[in-house]
């Protein structure tokens, strides 16, 4: 079976919602909403294999540390697994005084009974319970009215819920209801049944309930899905009594989008999962949000300082890997490939000072920040220019090339990417820098120097001693400096003409570590031969022997260049 030519004769889009004053699009979002975790809930059910206790407890105790306040830790009446971490969670006193655990229950009584049962002796919990409310269930699966939806499931069973808390007073109580499938019902029927509910509860601001909005399946665009918040936010009765929130799912790809303009909208708080796991393609990204409120400014009240340690606990969990791609965490998210994008970083990088707000062409947040490093921004394929080799030679080794050699380097890497079709690291361009510049030594290769200074003429005479394949050889030359002196006695050794073009240096490493590297631009030849202009570089402890390494290097290449295109001719 193919795709329809004309979908419309399957599917239908989505109602809008009438709300022609609304104001969720003008809104800014200037503190993080509440977070509830469901990661050992809705994240576990939509596992192949979900968590065992020790899982359960290292996904507990990571959510505790990165600062959730509210986390659904099971679905005890469905799972005897469930049930006995929820009573190893109490029992073994493993919740701080801080954090409130929630669990799921349906609308059924023995189940709500045994949920119960699970949470005896817990300080403060969260009863979670629900029903579907979308027509299609009503309909289908519950062959139930309107009315039997409402007072049947929802009012009977909040009444239930109070009663048995009323029986477990030690137990500080927040009663939860999810009218399931509210993405897909109608808001006036969404408003009765929670008004219903909130009545029964006696919802007040001194005794707030939580109503949870879930976008059980995503089937609109996120704007729609704000409309339908925003008119549940000042429809709804008690809303004084209400902790408005939202349980997105991405069924469309959405999912942040969907709670971004929930919380806009006027939600007080979000369900959601870290890196958004959870059935189908996953419930709401908690840290995506959180970490866009960040990167505006806004404290997320969660603590993401090592991401991949979190990644790490995630994936162990779940037994699923996070995409290298996913937003803040993936493997390759602070990297860049592109030339153009590699030198707007590496420019930008170079002109930033630390206590500079945050304005990185392509970086939207500080690696930095959440324990990643920087060594990872910049990384070389065949679609790679002179910037990101730059950065990663500058970064890693030290090396300031100056543009002229950034150019003529970017070429010979790529010249060798273009052979292996492969990407480089820092070290793979580290190894063809010191192959291409540093240990070129074939066939001119220093050896010694002794320099003597005319005081009676401006010049010096300078003395040196170079090994010509393999044999050591006595040069002497004489100009108004070191170089002019070496140049001009390798000339002459070389039996070619060889002009200084540009010179750079500069020190890296400390202390018996210091070093000077030259890199020096040589004319090689003359007009008439195949003259050529390039680089050599020079490392050595003393800086005019750096120079005079760096010219042989220049040279060198020269030479074997020079070779090549008499072996190709």
Not at 165 to 192: C, N
């Amino acid at each position: 079976m193919a795709m329809l030519k004309n979908p419309a004769t399957k599917y239908r889009p989505f109602a809008p919602v009438r709300l022609k004053d609304r104001t969720w699009p003008d809104a800014v979002i200037t503190k993080a909403p509440i977070w509830c975790s469901v990661d050992l809930r809705d994240g576990n059910q939509a596992l192949i294999e979900p968590m065992n206790a020790e899982r359960k407890l290292r996904m507990f105790e990571t959510l505790v540390k990165l600062g959730f306040k509210e986390i659904e830790v099971g679905f005890p009446s469905a799972s005897q697994t469930d049930f006995d971490f929820v009573r190893s969670l109490i029992e073994e006193n493993r919740i701080p005084d801080d954090v409130t655990i929630q669990v799921l229950t349906p609308a059924r009584e023995p189940l709500i009974r045994r949920t119960f049962e699970a949470l005896k002796g817990a300080r403060r919990a969260i009863l979670h319970y629900y029903n579907a409310v979308a027509p299609i269930m009503r309909d289908v699966v519950f062959n139930m009215s309107k009315d039997e939806v409402l007072s049947e499931l929802a009012v009977k069973h909040a009444r239930l819920v109070q009663e048995l808390a009323a029986r477990q007073p030690d137990t500080q109580w927040v009663f939860q209801y999810s009218p399931e499938m509210f993405s897909g019902a109608e808001l006036e029927f969404s408003k009765q049944i929670v008004d219903a509910v909130t009545e029964v509860w006696q919802s007040s601001p001194s005794n707030p309930c939580i109503i949870n909005l879930p976008s059980t399946v995503e089937h609109s665009t996120p704007n729609i899905f704000a409309d339908m918040i925003e008119w549940m936010h000042r429809n709804l009765q008690r809303r004084d009594g209400i902790i408005l929130s939202v349980h997105p799912h991405n069924d469309r790809g959405t999912g942040t989008a969907a709670g971004e303009f929930a919380i806009m909208a006027g939600v007080d708080r979000v369900e959601g999962c870290l890196f958004g796991n959870g059935e189908r393609t996953g419930n709401v990204d908690v840290v995506n949000i959180a970490l866009n409120l960040y990167t505006q400014g806004v404290d997320p009240q969660l603590d993401f300082s090592n991401i991949d340690a979190v990644r790490e606990t995630v994936e162990y969990c779940n037994q699923l890997p996070v995409h290298p791609r996913h937003p803040y965490v993936g493997d390759l998210v602070y990297t860049s490939f592109s030339g153009s994008h590699q030198d707007a970083i590496k420019k930008a990088f170079s002109a930033r000072k630390e206590s500079d707000i945050w304005v990185m062409p392509y970086l939207p947040i500080d690696p930095k920040d959440l324990g990643r490093s920087y060594e990872a921004v910049i990384r070389v394929n065949s679609q790679s220019g002179k910037g990101g080799i730059t950065y990663l030679l500058e970064h890693e080794y030290g090396l300031s090339l100056p543009r002229r050699l950034q150019i003529e380097f970017s070429q010979v890497v790529q010249a060798d990417m273009d052979a292996s079709g492969k990407e480089v690291t820092a070290k793979d361009i580290w190894r063809i820098f010191e192959r291409e510049y540093l240990a070129s030594a074939q066939p001119y290769a220093y050896v010694a120097h002794h320099l003597v200074e005319d005081s009676t003429r401006d010049s010096v005479e300078l003395k040196s001693e170079i090994s010509v394949g393999g044999e050591r050889k006595q040069v002497v030359g004489s100009g108004n400096g070191p170089i002019d002196a070496f140049v001009a006695a390798l000339s002459r050794l070389a039996g070619v003409p060889i002009a200084v073009v540009d010179y750079h240096e500069h020190a890296i490493g400390a202390g018996a570590d210091a070093a000077a590297v030259t890199y020096i631009e040589l004319r090689v030849g003359d007009a008439s031969s195949s003259q050529r202009t390039l680089f050599g570089v020079g490392k050595d402890a003393n800086i005019v022997t750096a120079s005079f390494k760096a010219i042989l290097s220049g040279l060198n290449r020269a030479l074997r260049d020079s070779a090549a295109d008499r072996a190709a001719a």
